[in-house]
C-alpha cells in the first residue's frame, strides 16, 4: 500500500485522543512549513484565466474546538516535529509584537534560501506561528497584528517604515 506523509503522520498520532481533523491541520502545517516557498503551482496554459497566478502552500490554521479537545497537542506534536527535525527554522515565540517579527524578517538571520526551477536563486524569509491561544499572540494590538498578518500573506516583498526605528525590506516573506 501506498504511504504519504498525511497518513503516516495520522496514524503515528492515532492514539493520542486528539480530533483527526486537528491532527491532519497540523500535519498540513509541517508540510508547508517545510516546502515554503519551493514548491508552488502555476496554471499550464496561457488561455487559463489565472495563468497571472502563483499559488504558494502558505497557509494560516487555527485548531478550534471545545476546551479539552486536545488541540494543543496537536499543534505541540508538530512543534515538536518541527524543532527536532529543522532546529534552523524559525518559530515565534507565544506573545510577539509586530515590530518585533518585522525587525527579525527583515535581517539577515531570517534568510533562506533555494534555486528554482531554472537553477536561479531565490531568497525568502519563513517564520512559523505555533501558539496556544491566539488572543494572547495577538494581545498587544489585536488589530494591527490581524492587519499586519493580512498585509504580509503571499507577497513578494513588505516593507515596514517606522517613525523611530527606520525600515525593513521583507523579501517573500513565508
Given amino acids: 500500500m501506498a504511504s504519504n506523509f498525511i497518513d503516516d503522520w495520522l496514524y503515528y498520532q492515532s492514539g493520542n485522543e486528539s480530533h483527526p481533523i ?5 500535519a498540513l502545517c509541517v508540510l508547508s512549513t517545510i516546502i515554503g516557498r519551493r514548491v508552488y503551482f502555476l496554471p499550464e496554459t496561457i488561455e487559463d484565466a489565472y495563468s497571472q497566478l502563483c499559488f504558494i502552500p502558505n497557509i494560516y490554521t487555527c485548531l478550534v474546538g471545545p476546551q479539552g479537545g486536545r488541540k494543543t497537542f496537536s499543534k505541540d506534536e508538530a512543534r515538536d516535529f518541527l524543532v527536532e527535525a529543522f532546529p534552523e527554522y524559525p518559530l ?3 506573545v510577539e509584537s509586530r515590530e518585533e517579527i518585522c525587525r ?4 539577515d538571520e531570517a534568510i533562506r534560501a533555494y534555486s528554482d526551477e531554472n537553477n536561479s536563486p531565490v531568497e525568502y524569509r519563513p517564520y512559523t506561528f505555533t501558539i496556544n491561544e491566539l488572543k494572547n499572540s495577538i494581545s498587544i494590538d489585536p488589530v494591527r497584528m490581524i492587519d499586519f498578518w493580512v498585509d504580509i500573506y503571499d507577497r513578494k516583498e513588505y516593507v515596514v517604515r517606522t517613525k523611530n526605528k527606520g525600515h525593513d525590506v521583507i523579501t517573500n516573506p513565508y
Fill in 104 to 107: 527579525y524578517l527583515g535581517s
Fill in 22 to 26: 486537528h491532527n491532519k491541520w497540523s
Fill in 92 to 94: 515565534s515565540a507565544s
